[in-house]
């Protein structure tokens, strides 16, 4: 399903970040300028050691700037996740440009110490250089980590926290040119050679930080998210309506943008539109815990835990491509029975439906072994079209035979009434050689459901009686209107009264809907 949308990598996204990573390139460039020049002219390994440290920022900064501006690039038929990986790609760069710094400041450091003694000159400018790389370092790193936080980008969060260190190692430093300063005036020579010892506690700072960035940054390009983010989304998404079980949450990240393909299993017998809305609001609960992400819902259908005989024989035929009705469960001495009526397609021969059926069956007894005997009633689904007119005689057959119906059928209901039918909007047309008619009937109401079904069998076969080549029947009941004229209701135990059903007999033609297309 596609992601909802989201600031990432939208144009005003690319300008912020851009320019941020613009400005921290131009701040290297000045920062390392000026270390360098002071640290030359001085011979402070601490300035030299910062002076390189902020040439390779220069470089983390010019690789941030790219790799900002590559990981906005749209998914393409080559990068089907988009460019976001390019931002971890680079924060590894950068962390690799960060030990190497390392390597060569110990070097130095370890060098001066116990082999080539350098003598420093710890002046008015090296203290003012030192203490504008701070305040500048202060003001790029809150900058990047803003942006940063506000786009999730690795690539400036990694350029955000390099700059942080810097802070730190310079404040180190400032503090060894102190010592150096102070070495003549408190008589101990030992403190010339603190320039040297707080090279190596900036070599210290910058391989922590290394480290822990390095190990971000290797685990997001191996896909590594943490526990808590799996098991949040988890919890979410089981939290959904109509979710049974989360069977599976798979969490990646590429750059700023997250996927997320989550496996769920729901009701069989849920709707195909409601398992929709289900995996929709399984969407929303996965980005309420990763906004803006990608997610993929695969939905298992399963049985519920509360799903009755009934709905397991319908589904079970859905899946066949068949129909299933008139389903009966009986409990005999014999074991639990079921007996069914199968629909299958009109143009099957009789092996084929059979051997649809016997499939049918075979399912059916996996799923339900208690059942020990399944008798199905195989008939046609009665998806064939018309293929004839209807002739003027067959119609006025039909009419007249329904128009003598309501007159000597009724049902004695529930309440001692009798239910009397009043036929409207017949229709009559050949299918297959074979005749067939459906007609509206109007029933009291107050009738039960179980009345109404006896009334249409007994119209049913009243009809096929007097009609022989008549097929198919499909009578529709409604409640009648307590003003219809062609509706009588008579009193508790009364036989329908022929008043009614004469007044049923003259309305009928003037009602009737006959269809011989």
């Known amino acids: 399903m596609p992601p909802t949308e989201n600031n990432h990598n ?10 941020v990573g613009l400005s921290s390139v131009i701040a290297a460039v000045f920062l390392t300028s000026i270390k360098l020049t002071v640290g030359l002219m001085t011979g402070s390994l601490g300035l030299l050691s910062e ?4 040439g390779l920022d220069l470089v983390a900064a010019l690789m941030t700037l790219f790799a900002v501006r590559v990981s906005g690039r749209p998914a393409d038929r080559e990068h089907t996740y988009g460019h976001g990986k390019v931002e971890n790609l680079s924060a590894l760069f950068e962390t690799l440009l960060l030990l190497l710094t390392c390597v060569w400041i110990v070097y130095e450091a370890i060098k001066r110490l116990f082999f080539e003694p350098v003598e420093v000159d710890a002046s008015v400018w090296a203290f003012v250089v030192m203490g504008l790389s701070i305040v500048i370092d202060v003001t790029r790193s809150s ?21 942080s260190t810097d802070i730190w190692s310079s404040s180190v430093v400032i503090l060894g040119l102190l010592l ?3 070495a003549p005036v408190l008589k101990l020579p030992w403190l010339a050679a603190a320039d040297a010892v707080t090279a190596l506690g900036v070599a210290a700072i910058v391989v922590y930080v290394s480290i822990q960035l390095g190990r971000r940054t290797v685990a997001e390009l191996l896909d590594a998210v943490s526990p808590e983010m799996s ?16 069977e599976q949450v798979r969490v990646r990240k590429s750059g700023p943008e997250g996927f997320a393909d989550i496996t769920a299993t729901v009701d069989r017998a849920v709707a195909f539109e409601n398992a929709h809305d289900i995996a929709a609001r399984i969407e929303q609960a996965a980005r309420q815990v ?25 589904l079970t035929a859905t899946r066949h491509g068949l129909g299933a009705h008139g389903i009966r469960i009986y409990d005999s001495p014999g074991g639990r029975a079921l007996e069914l009526h199968l629909e299958v397609p009109d143009t099957l021969r009789l092996d084929e439906a059979h051997a649809q059926a016997s499939a049918f069956e075979q399912e059916l007894r996996a799923a339900l072994p208690e059942i020990e005997r399944i008798v199905t009633h195989i008939e046609p689904a009665g998806d064939t079209s018309a293929m004839r007119h209807a002739t003027l005689e067959d119609e006025v057959r039909v009419i007249q035979a329904i128009q003598s119906l309501p007159g000597r059928l009724g049902v004695p209901s529930g309440a001692g009434v009798w239910t009397v039918c009043a036929p409207h909007e017949v229709t009559v047309h050949h299918m297959g050689g074979e005749m067939s008619v459906s007609f509206h009937c109007d029933l009291d109401p107050g009738a039960t459901i179980g009345d109404a079904h006896r009334l249409t069998e007994q119209l049913e076969q009243a009809l096929r009686a007097q009609v022989p080549n008549l097929n198919r029947v499909v009578i529709h009941v409604e409640p009648a209107p307590r003003s219809d004229p062609g509706f009588v209701r008579p009193g508790n135990g ?6 009614g059903a004469d007044a049923q007999s003259g309305e009928l033609l003037g009602r009737a809907d006959v269809d011989v297309d």
Request: hydrophobic content about 45%; glycine content about 6%.
């Open 290 to 314: 990763m906004p803006g992400a990608d997610v993929v819902v695969h939905l298992d259908p399963v049985a519920g835990d509360h799903e009755g005989m009934v709905t397991t024989v319908r």
């Open 231 to 246: 098991e949040r989304m988890t919890r979410a998404v089981g939290a959904v309506p109509g979710v049974l079980k989360v």
């Open 180 to 182: 150096v300063r102070l």
């Open 51 to 54: 002076a390189a440290h902020s």
């Open 10 to 19: 939208s144009p005003a996204a690319q300008r912020e970040k851009q320019l």
């Open 143 to 163: 900058a990047l980590s803003r942006v940063a936080k506000k786009y999730d980008s690795q690539a400036l969060e990694a350029d955000a926290l390099h700059f």
């Open 494 to 499: 009364a036989e329908p009264a022929a008043a």
